[in-house]
Each structure stands twice: as C-alpha cells, then as structure tokens.
C-alpha cells in the first residue's frame, strides 16, 4: 500500500499552499513541502524491496469486468524518475520562497506545482497504459496553469496556449496508440506489454502504433518539428523553468520512450524514426541555443538539443546507447535545474535576462557566477563534471552504429558538431553574462541573492562535481538498476571511469571543445550568417492560425446558422431521412413474427388522449397557458401508459418530472413576452406539415419494426441476480444503485453541473415583471395568497413524510432516491411559490450548491469505501437484522449512494427553479431610444 500513497501525497499536498498562504511565504513553503518530502523517503524505503523482486505493484480494482484497476508499479526506471522528480520538486519548492514576489500568489503557485508533481509521478509509477494516459494529459494541464501563471502577460498566456495546443494533440495521438497496442496485446497492462516485444514488432500494426505513440512521446519531449513550444513556455516564472526542464513535462516522453523501449525498439523502423529525429533536434537545438539573447532562451534550445541527444541514444537500439541516454537523463536533469535557477536568481537581481546587457556579473554576485559557471561546464562537457562523461558515452555509440550502411560516418560527425555548438553557447552563457566588460542600462544594481535562494543551485552544482569525480559511487547504482528496468535484460559491461585512455571519442570531446572556443571567439561572422534569414515566431504564428480558423469557423456558421430553430430541425431530420430510408423502403420486410397486442377500450381512449394534447398545443400555442395544460396531459399519458404496462417506477419518475418541468415552463412562460410573433405564412405551415408527417411516419414504422421482432435482453439476467447480487426486490432501482451504479453517479454530476451552469447563467439577470397582461387587465395585488399559503404549509409535512417513504422503500418497492427528491423539490418549490423566496430563506437558509456537492460526493464515497474492504468500485453490501420490536430488517449501503442521488436532486431541482422565481423586477429596463 505504500505505493499507493506516493502519488497521492502530492495530491494531497495540493491542498496544503491553499490553507496556509495565510500563515506567511516561509510557513507555506515549509508546510508545500512536507508531503512531497515523506513521498521521497516512502520512495527511498522501496529500495531493498526493488533490489530484491526487480519491479513489484500495487493495484486497485477498478472495473473488474473491463479488465480497469488503478494499478502502479515500481522498478528501477520509475525509482529514478521519481527521485527526480521529488528531489528537484523539494528544491524548486525551497527557491520559489525567494523567486517569488509578494504580489504573486504562493498558494496558488504551489497548489499548481504539487498538481503537475502528481501528474508526473502518475505516469512513471502506473502500471497500465490508459492510466498512464489520465495522468499524462494532466501534465499538459497542469502545466498550462503554471506556464500561464502570470496570466496578465501576453507572452504567458500564447505560451501556454501553444503548449497545450501541441502536447494535447500529440497526447491524443498517443492515446490511439496505446488503443492498438492493447489491441495487439489484448491488454493494458504494462508488464504484459512489455512482454509481447515480439508479438508486436511481428504486428501488421505496429507501424502505426509506433508513429502513433512517438508523435505523442515527440510533442511531449519537444522534439523537432514541435519544439516551438518549449522556448515560448520560458514565459512561464523561473522555478516552473527549472523544473519543466529538468524533472518533468519533456521529460515524461523521453520516460515513456525509455518505458516502452522492450516492447517497440529493435526495428529498422524504430532505428530510422527515432534515432533520425533525435539528431535533428539535437543540431536544431544547439545551432539556436548559441544565437540566442535571452538567458532563458538560450537554455531552452540547450534543452531542446540535449532531448534530441537523448532520443538518439534511445534511437540507435544497442544495449550500451541506452544506458548511456539513462546516464545522460540524470546529468542533464542536475546540471539544467541549476543552470536554470541561476539564471532566475540573475534575473530577479538584474531585472533582466538580456546578456547583451547582463555583462560583468563576476564583479557582482561572485558566488552565483561560480556557481553557474561550474553548471555550464557540465553542459559543456569538461572533464571532471558529470556531463563529459555522459557525452562521452554518447561519442562512442554513435560510432557503433551501422544502420546507414556506408553513411553511418554521418551520425559521429554530426554528433561532434552538435557539440561544437554544445560548447559555444555554453562559453557564450560563461563569458557574456559573467565577464563582457560592465552591465549595460540595468533596471536595478546586481548583487548576491538571500542565502537559501542558493542553496538548491548548491546542492546541483555539488551533484555534478560528485558525479563527474566519483561516478561509480555516487551514481553507479542507481544508473545500474534503472538501466536494467529499461533494458528488461542483462546490462552491457560498461565503465564509469574518468579516464579510458586516448580514443576516438576522447579526441571527438576535443574537437568539440576547441570548435566550440574557435565558434565563440568568431562569432560575429555566424551572427552576420544568421541575421540574411528572417526570425520565425511560433507564437506568433500560431495566434495567426487560430485567427484563421476561427474566421473560417464565423464563415462557415454565418452560411450556416440563421436563427430559425426550424431550419435548424429540417436540416436535421432531412439528414436522418437520408441515412435511413434504404433501409426502410422496403415495408414488406419492416414487420416481425411478434403478434400484436389487441386493443381495448383503454388503449384507445389513452390514445386518443395524446393526439389530442399534442394537436392542441399546436393549435393553441398562442394561448400559453392552455398549451402547457395540453402539454402536461400528454405527460399524464404518458405516465399512464408506463404504469398500464408494469413500469411503476417509470409512472413514479415520469409524474414526478412532469409536475417539476410544468412549474418550470410556468416560470420561463411568465418572462416571454406577451405577444406572439406572427404565425408562419400558409406556405411554410404546409411545408412542416409534411417534413413532421414524413418524420413522424420514420419513428412509428422504425417503432413498429421493433416492437413485432422478439428482443434477446438482459433484463433476466437482472431479475434473476437483483436479490441475491444486490439485495433488493425493485429490480429498477437496484439496477441504478448497484449494477449501473457507475452511470447514475456520473448522471447525478452531469445534473449538479448543469444546475450550477444555469445558476450561473441566470446569476443578476434581473427580467421587468409588467403589470399586467397582454390584453391589458392588470395582475391581483396579492402575489402571495392566503388560501395558497395555508394549503401549501398544509401540505409540506405530508409531501416530506411521502418522499422519506418512498426514498425508504426504494431497494425494494416501487420509489427511490430521484424519485424522492423531486416529490421533495416539488414541496418545497410550492412554499416559494405561494410565500415567496425571502419569506423561505428566513426559514430554510439551505445553500444548494453545497447540497449538490454533498449529493455527488456522498454517492462517490460509498463507491471508494468498497476499496477499504478491497473490493471493486461501487461495489455494494446488504445483510439482514432483526431488532425485537422492529422485527428483521435490511440494511444496504445502496442506500446510503441513494442519498446522495436524493441530495443532488433535491439541489440541483431547487437551485433552478428557486432563482427563476426571484429574477423579476419592477424596473422597466431603459431601451437605447428611451436613453
């Protein structure tokens, strides 16, 4: 159970920034911290268990017969990932303190990192790929709040825009994917599908499961052609930076790149997408990163470079590649958070981030600059530091590689000038910023940051000095056990030495650190060679895009939508028609064996009787109040007919919603105005005559086709099980709390978030109630009436003692939750009416939202209290009591999912009908004339 609560720590600690921003910055930091600090050490106490079975889980059921449980799993990938991404989450955690203004919201700050934490653990500790999916779209989601955090900025909120835009795109793509690898694999299950590497690389689909995910995995992790995104997310506050770049968001597709490496790599296919594409980011990358003038810029295409770096690792297929792409994961992880923080601590003490203005800082802020120094040489590749020996791994694969035949010389080469480039604007970043000469126009006077601003850039720095010295100590193992999970076999012989002696690699480091010096101190012609080409702005073009398709989509409504609600209908129904009449034009086929069902003298009248009503509202639509009345005899009918044909709880529900929609149409027919329009011409009534006629004709021979063919149901099954499965006799009911209970809690949500939309939209709206009707007689002074008012208070007691007995007897007799929060509504809707809202809110001051949120969250906890005795979600328990004067009785935990489906209703009914009732005013609103 331990793994289960690492995710959900963060998740919890969500919360925490919220409840103590109040407390102080220092305080809520603190308090930011606590949970994500106990994830690390449950994390850090998993180690012997790892070492011990290689890789464990933990599940949930969630949905046994669809084969869903929440499941994650722990081996070494995921341990790496995970100390990542808490690790430098502690650290980011600990610099925002000082990053952050005093006019920026630290609780709200925090509450949107502790979201993107538990997206980003969520997809390195699932187990199952839908589940990884979930938590993988949460990263875009959560990472578009924290990018647009300074939302009052331009640049923020088109930054974030574009990151959701191309990472929800590609993660719909990666969700097809994982579709037909479980097609593949008949399961979801990431320990069966890391199993089936050979079933699917032999699939006829695995070409387009592999495009599939990799596009997803590609817009993720920013590479080329969607690495516009990440530059333009630097609008985003410093600590975000840090973090986005180092532990999270593009890291999660190079983690699921390294995740599914068993099962999708060994193919040309894999080889030529991958590997190809990872060189290109790579040059891309490092090219733009040595150009650019903006310190955050810059990093950002060294991101971009050093992911490209990766995925070629990953890319090439041999065993030693991939272990260095898992070395390079953690160098790069250190050595980019600090270089990141530093250059927040630069800007929040310079005012800018301009290194064509940011010079001499060396003579400022000493510490810092050594600090940062230090981190842009691991960048770089210097011996000693963590980066050179990663990058000198990655020197060697490429020069084992074979895949392009007699162009495989290719790949080293351009690799060497990927680190040419790697060098100069890491030497550029060093001598621009720190050296230069004297800053230039600063907004304020530079100097050293508070101290435990440092202190994160410290222990990094300290991380990459540990690990270029001593690698076989400080890194060796964790290397070893995550390379291994990546792997799925045996480790290649590999050595973490400083020094391997004289090799081609070796001589390749040189000749990118000395092409890298020569680039830097010739940089003036490569500046003049890049300004002939003009400067592309992916923000901006994607602005420009969307103004295109939203001036399309204008266009198109424009031609399209005019108003009418019938042309609206005709356009629809001409399209059934369509669809349908092949089937349907052969009416000798149309009847079933089924007989009939004769007629008697009740089913005509009943008949009848809905004719009628439906032609005499039509007919009488200019008289209101007579067109409701006919409307509401087509619902009795209706209701009727659902009792004559053995459907009590159906009459129940049907009478109960056709009293609660007449009162709300009474409401709604009092703001309409007086006077009807003109009634349509002769020609058009004609015309609807025959498209209903011709439609209504569709329905009642697609009804009769229907109703004369013998049904294959599952209602027996439901019959024969609603006793003994869920300990009920009224089959209905159970169905809704037990069998489908799942749909019900999702219907009540969907009717607590439509009441809240309607609230909203009717929230100070304030409609002129006239004095009179249409004809001029003038309303009754009295707007509440004694004998209503009495009659009503009369009522209530009784209404409220039906609705408790029918919510009672609902598992097992004609009732139920919904039913009996309408009879509820309908009660208490009938005192609005007849005293009026303040009259009821000085004696029922119920706040219906919260009646909302206690109905739906009361119906999901009865279905997660099922996990405590570790059953599946929703699943329901019943016995059987006896009391000495009660006599037996049953007790079901239905019931209690019933009351929350009786809470919604009654909170959702309410929360509509009791603000249409006070919308009115005595105010005629002033026209533009009258004004």
């Not at 606590?34 to 889980?57: C, H, T, W």
């Not at 699939?203 to 997803?216: C, D, E, S, T």
Request: hydrophobic share 55%; proline share 5%; net charge neutral.
């Amino acid at each position: 159970m331990t793994l289960l609560w690492i995710p959900l720590l963060p998740l919890l600690g969500a919360f925490v920034p919220l409840l103590t921003a109040r407390f102080g910055r220092t305080r809520c930091a603190w308090a930011t911290a606590v949970l994500p600090a106990l994830a690390l050490a449950m994390i850090l106490s998993l180690v012997p268990q790892l070492r011990e079975l290689g890789s464990f889980k933990a599940e949930l059921p969630w949905i046994p017969a669809l084969d869903l449980v929440i499941s994650f799993r722990f081996d070494g990938l995921a341990l790496l990932f995970s100390i990542l991404i808490l690790g430098i989450g502690l650290l980011v955690i600990l610099y925002a303190r000082y990053y952050l203004s005093a006019k920026d919201s630290m609780g709200r700050f925090y509450c949107y990192l502790m979201l993107f934490m538990t997206a980003m653990l969520g997809i390195v500790l699932s187990g199952n790929l839908l589940q990884l999916w979930l938590f993988w779209e949460l990263t875009s989601i959560s990472s578009f709040l924290l990018i647009s955090f300074w939302w009052h900025k331009t640049e923020a909120r088109r930054g974030a825009r574009l990151a959701l835009t191309v990472t929800g795109a590609g993660g719909l793509a990666l969700l097809a994917g994982i579709l037909l690898l479980g097609k593949i694999t008949t399961s979801f299950d990431l320990d069966v599908i890391l199993q089936s590497g050979d079933l699917i690389r032999a699939h006829r689909w695995y070409p387009v499961a592999l495009v599939l995910i990799l596009l997803g995995v590609f817009t993720k992790s920013a590479q080329f052609p969607f690495h516009s995104w990440l530059p333009h997310a630097m609008a985003a506050p410093t600590p975000v930076s840090a973090y986005l770049h180092s532990a999270t968001m593009v890291k999660a597709g190079i983690f699921l790149m390294a995740r599914l490496y068993p099962a999708l790599s060994g193919t040309e296919l894999w080889f030529m997408i991958v590997s190809m594409t990872g060189l290109m980011t790579l040059l891309v990358g490092a090219y733009f990163a040595f150009f650019k003038h903006d310190l955050k810029g810059l990093l950002a295409y060294s991101t971009i470079s050093h992911l490209g770096l990766i995925t070629l690792l990953l890319g090439l297929g041999t065993k030693l590649a991939a272990v260095a792409a898992v070395f390079h994961i953690i160098n790069h992880a250190t050595f980019k958070a600090s270089l990141f923080m530093a250059a927040g601590i630069i800007d929040h003490e310079c005012g800018s981030r301009d290194m064509r203005r940011i010079n001499g800082m060396w003579k400022y802020m000493p510490y810092t600059a050594a600090l940062a120094m230090i981190a842009a040489s691991a960048m770089a590749g210097v011996p000693l530091l963590n980066g050179f020996l990663s990058k000198e791994m990655f020197f060697a694969e490429t020069l084992e590689q074979e895949f392009l035949g007699s162009l495989s010389w290719m790949i080293p080469v351009l690799a060497t000038l990927a680190g040419v480039f790697s060098v100069a604007y890491s030497v550029r970043f060093i001598h621009d910023v720190f050296f230069n000469g004297e800053p230039i126009n600063l907004p304020r006077t530079p100097h050293e940051p508070p101290r435990y601003m440092k202190v994160p850039v410290e222990i990094l720095v300290g991380l990459c000095l540990l690990v270029g010295i001593l690698p076989n100590i400080v890194i060796g193992p964790l290397l070893a056990i995550a390379s291994s999970a990546v792997l799925g076999s045996e480790l290649p012989e590999y050595n973490l030495a400083i020094w391997h002696g004289i090799n081609l690699p070796l001589i390749m480091s040189l000749v990118a650190m000395s092409g890298g010096l020569f680039a830097y101190f010739n940089r003036a012609h490569l500046f003049k060679f890049q300004k002939q080409f003009p400067e592309w702005n992916a923000s901006e073009a994607f602005e420009a895009a969307m103004k295109r398709v939203a001036y399309g989509s204008n266009w198109l409504l424009e031609r399209l939508e005019n108003g009418s609600l019938q042309r609206y209908m005709v356009l629809m129904l001409a399209l059934l028609i369509l669809m349908v009449w092949p089937t349907l034009i052969d009416l000798t086929q149309l009847a079933g064996s089924r007989p009939l069902l004769p007629l008697d003298g009740v089913t005509l009248v009943a008949g009848g009787l809905l004719v009628v009503g439906g032609l005499a509202t039509v007919i009488y639509n200019r008289h209101r109040l007579i067109a409701l009345l006919m409307l509401s005899v087509v619902g009795l009918v209706v209701s009727l007919a659902f009792a004559r044909f053995s459907a009590p709880d159906l009459a129940l529900t049907q009478l109960a919603v056709e009293v609660v929609t007449i009162i709300l149409l009474m409401l709604a027919l009092f703001f309409l105005p007086q006077k009807t329009p003109k009634e349509s011409s002769p020609r058009r009534i004609l015309r609807d005559i025959c498209i209903a006629g011709l439609i209504g004709g569709i329905i009642g021979t697609i009804a009769f086709a229907m109703m004369t063919r013998p049904l294959d149901t599952i209602a027996d099954y439901f019959i024969a099980n609603a006793k003994t499965g869920g300990g009920g006799t009224n089959v209905v009911n159970v169905i809704l709390v037990d069998f489908r209970g799942f749909d019900t809690l999702g219907e009540i949500t969907v009717l607590g978030i439509a009441a809240l939309g309607i609230y909203n939209l009717l929230a100070g709206l304030r409609l002129f109630m006239p004095s009179g009707d249409a004809d001029g007689r003038q309303w009754a002074p009295d707007r509440h009436p004694m004998i209503l008012a009495v009659i009503s208070q009369s009522l209530l007691p009784l209404a409220l003692l039906v609705s408790v007995f029918i919510f009672l007897r609902g598992h097992n007799m004609p009732g139920g939750g919904f039913i009996a929060g309408l009879v509820t509504a309908v009660a208490l809707i009938l005192q609005y009416m007849a005293h009026g809202v303040d009259w009821m809110k000085a004696r029922l001051d119920i706040h219906y939202h919260r009646l909302i949120a206690c109905g739906v969250l009361i119906s999901a906890f009865t279905g997660i209290a099922s996990w405590l005795f570790e059953r599946p979600f929703l699943t329901s328990w019943f016995d059987h009591f006896h009391w000495p004067v009660v006599g037996e009785f049953e007790l079901a935990s239905a019931m209690v999912f019933d009351l929350g489906v009786y809470l919604t209703v009654v909170g959702a009914t309410l929360l509509i009908l009791a603000n249409l009732g006070q919308m009115t005013t005595s105010e005629r609103p002033v026209t533009k004339e009258q004004d």
